[in-house]
C-alpha cells in the first residue's frame, strides 16, 4: 500500500519510538527505513481512570512517542515523523499486560483458555508543527488510532500452558502469548487484523500514511488534531 509515497517517506528521517522487535520487524518488511530510539516513558497510568481499554493504550501509546519528540526536538535535523504503539490484551474489560512471574503467566493464560478475548493496539503518529519549530517550542501534530482484534483461544490443559511457560516466550508479551510463534499454536481463531495481535495494526497504519503524506497539506488538516501535552 505505500509503494505510491515510499519514495517521499524515504526522505524523511522516521523515528520507531518503541524497542519491540516485532514492530521493528513489520516495519522493515514494508520497506521503511528508520531509527528505533525506544521511550523511556514509565508506562504507569492508572488503568481505573480509563473507561475502555483502547482509551488506555491510546494514551499509553501518545506518552510513549511525545516522551521522544520532545527528547529529539533538539537534534539538529528534526525526525519528520516519530511512530509509537502500545498493545495490551483485554477480557471483560480487564487489561492483560506482560506478566510479571511464571505464575502471572500461568493465571493468565488458564483465564485465556477457551475463551475469546480482544488484543488493541494504539498507535500514534507524530510530526513536528513546522510554525512552532520556528520559535522553538515543543509543540507537534499527533494522529492517534487504535484496532482491535479478537481471539479465540482453544482449551488449553494445566501441562500444556506449563510446558508453553517453560519456553519462555510469554514473559514479554502482553497477554503471557505470542501469535507469531509458539504462542500461536494456542489460538483458534482469529477475527481481525493478525498483525495487530503480533502488536502493530499494518494494514491500518498503512492508511493513515497515505492520508497524510499522498497529499501532506490537506491531510494533515483533515486527520490530525493539535497537542501541546
Known amino acids: 500500500m505505500l509503494q505510491p509515497i515510499i519514495q517521499k517517506l524515504q526522505m524523511k528521517r522516521i523515528i520507531l519510538a518503541s524497542g519491540s522487535p516485532r514492530r521493528k520487524e513489520i516495519l522493515q518488511n514494508m520497506g521503511l527505513k528508520f531509527e528505533v530510539v525506544p521511550s523511556t516513558f514509565e508506562e504507569d ?4 481512570s480509563f473507561s475502555h481499554p483502547y482509551e488506555y493504550v491510546m494514551e499509553n501509546a501518545k506518552q510513549k512517542t511525545l516522551e521522544v519528540a520532545k527528547r529529539l526536538s533538539s537534534d539538529q535535523r528534526c525526525p519528520d515523523l516519530l511512530i509509537g504503539a502500545d498493545t495490551v ?26 475463551r475469546t478475548h480482544t488484543v488493541y493496539t494504539g498507535v500514534v503518529l507524530v510530526t513536528p508543527d513546522t510554525d512552532d519549530l520556528k520559535t522553538g517550542t515543543d509543540q507537534f501534530h499527533v ?12 482449551i488449553l490443559p494445566d501441562e500444556v500452558i506449563q510446558a508453553y511457560i517453560a519456553t519462555g516466550e510469554p514473559m514479554d508479551k502482553a497477554g503471557a502469548y505470542g501469535i507469531q510463534a509458539v ?25 493513515q500514511l497515505l492520508r497524510l503524506y499522498s497529499t501532506e ?12 501535552s
Do not use: W
Request: charged share 25%; glycine share 8%; hydrophobic share 35%.
Open 89 to 114: 490484551v483485554a477480557m471483560e474489560d480487564e487489561i492483560f499486560e506482560k506478566p510479571t512471574s511464571k505464575q502471572k503467566a500461568f493465571e493468565m493464560l488458564s483465564r485465556l483458555s477457551g
Open 45 to 48: 497510568l492508572d488503568k481505573s
Open 217 to 228: 497539506t490537506e491531510s494533515r488538516h483533515v486527520f490530525t488534531h493539535h497537542d501541546t
Open 143 to 154: 494522529n492517534a488510532f487504535h484496532e482491535a482484534t479478537d481471539v479465540k483461544f482453544g
Open 183 to 207: 504462542g500461536g499454536s494456542l489460538v483458534e481463531a482469529v477475527h481481525g487484523d493478525y498483525f495487530n495481535v503480533v502488536g502493530f495494526p499494518l494494514h491500518h497504519f498503512c492508511k
